[in-house]
């Protein structure tokens, strides 16, 4: 008689057990939070940084011309020779609209080239994307499956990677060009490609 109790309380005991699922899914969501918005997505590392860009050779976008001449596709053979920027992109991308006027500027610099691969897109989608910023590419591969963006280790569009003159990847950036890092970070990957 000692025990005092509440009519139709459930014992302590039980309370705990009742509990232990909602504690274990609290964990687990503040890890999975952590995870997710606890880095730099930027920094997510590549297998492919050192290695030779992929040997994917991808179609033109039929219709883009320049200079009245089509736009010639991916051949891996461009890599050979010259500093590239590959940028991985699709009209219906919002931070590749946001991006494009600085690829636009990029694309002056006569000193590399630049290469796009439009990821999972509609042929006519793309020339009106282009058209409406300019076409900063020297090559535009379409990658209407993903296949080849997958060869290329990409995780989203836009994506953007830096090769050398001998073919090799030597930078890789995830997301959106932008004007905090067009300067202090792509800019400079591309001068040290340079050297």
Same mark, same amino acid.
């Given at each position: ?7 139709? %309380?459930?014992?302590?005991?039980? /309370?705990?057990?009742? &509990? ?6 609290? &964990?687990?969501a503040g890890l =999975?939070?952590?995870?997710?918005? +606890? ?7 590549? %297998?492919?940084?050192?290695?030779? &860009?992929?040997? @994917? &050779? ?23 020779? $010259?500093?590239?920027?590959?940028? #991985? ?9 946001? !991006?494009a006027p600085l690829?636009?500027?990029?694309? $002056? ?10 990821? $999972?897109? %509609?042929?006519?989608?793309?020339? /009106? =994307?282009?058209? /409406? ?5 020297? =090559?535009?591969? #379409?990658?209407?499956?993903? /296949?080849?963006?997958? !060869?290329?280790? #990409? ?8 090769? +050398?003159?001998? +073919? @090799? ?10 004007? %905090?890092?067009? !300067? ?12």
């Open positions: 008689m000692g025990k005092s109790s509440i009519p139709g %309380a459930p014992p302590r005991s039980r /309370r705990w057990v009742v &509990a232990l699922p909602l504690v274990g899914f609290m &964990a687990v =999975f939070l952590l995870r997710l918005y +606890g880095g730099d997505p930027a920094k997510l590392p590549s %297998a492919l940084i050192g290695r030779p &860009a992929p040997q @994917t &050779a991808l179609p033109p976008l039929q219709g883009l011309v320049q200079d009245g001449v089509q736009v010639p596709g991916l051949d891996p053979a461009v890599f050979k020779g $010259k500093v590239s920027v590959v940028n #991985v992109w699709a009209s219906w991308c919002v931070p590749c609209h946001d !991006e690829l636009t500027e990029l694309g $002056k610099d006569k000193r590399l080239q630049l290469v796009g691969i439009n990821y $999972k897109d %509609a042929p006519d989608n793309a020339r /009106r =994307f282009l058209g /409406r910023y300019g076409n900063p590419f020297n =090559f535009v591969g #379409v990658d209407g499956n993903g /296949r080849g963006s997958i !060869e290329w280790g #990409v995780y989203g569009v836009p994506e953007t990677f830096v090769v +050398g003159r001998e +073919g @090799t990847i030597l930078y890789k950036m995830v997301g959106p060009v932008t004007k %905090a890092n067009f !300067e202090t970070v792509l800019k400079v990957e591309i001068e040290k490609a340079l050297k």
